[in-house]
């Protein structure tokens, strides 16, 4: 952490955010949690409230616990071609079980259009998602992968999240050659 950070990231237990010198403890739910610091927690809960109504939520809805979903979606990457029809069921049933689904985006790692390997790219990928669940308010998260490189990348031991793999890329004919994909979503 620089110093003169007006305050620090933290998983539970700890503290973040500072306001007026106290820290926050991260036992907040839903869109009270990690408050931006403004200096003044009323008026972060203020803002936050006004951007959900804004999208269209309205009071009964932000006071759910908050469930992020990541999003991989990406026309270059295959293996994560059902991932809108996934996301939808995903949010459906947090809906169902009483939470709040965010859809944020992470970085999509197929390896057919990545140079020189995707492989490159997995810590990039695991080190985008945990700054992203630790910054924004979740209270659990869902992981949508769907290749060997999204998925490990994902894993988050120790946070209240759940792994959900795609089907693999189908496979196809070119000039009556039989074109078959070698990958396979791990199991989570």
């Known amino acids: 952490m620089p110093p003169g950070c007006p305050g620090f990231a933290g998983v539970a237990g700890r503290k973040v955010g500072v306001n007026g010198g106290q820290a926050r403890p991260v036992s907040a739910q839903g869109i009270s949690r990690n408050l931006s610091s403004y ?70 790692l197929g390896e057919t259009f990545l140079n020189p390997t995707s492989m490159l790219y997995r810590n990039m990928l695991a080190m985008e998602t945990e700054e992203l669940v630790r910054a924004q308010p979740m209270d659990a998260v869902v992981m949508l992968g769907g290749c060997d490189k999204t998925v490990p990348a994902q894993a988050r031991p120790g946070s209240p999240s759940s792994c959900t793999t795609s089907r693999r890329p189908l496979n196809s004919a070119t000039r009556s050659a039989a074109v078959m994909s070698a990958r396979t979503a791990p199991a989570c």
């Open 39 to 108: 200096g003044d927690d009323g008026f972060s809960r203020y803002l936050r409230n006004a951007f959900l109504s804004a999208a269209g939520y309205g009071r009964e809805e932000s006071s759910r616990p908050v469930v992020g979903i990541t999003d991989l979606r990406s026309d270059y990457n295959p293996c994560h071609r059902q991932m809108g029809e996934l996301l939808d069921n995903v949010k459906r049933g947090v809906l169902a079980a009483g939470g709040l689904p965010l859809v944020f985006p992470t970085a999509s």
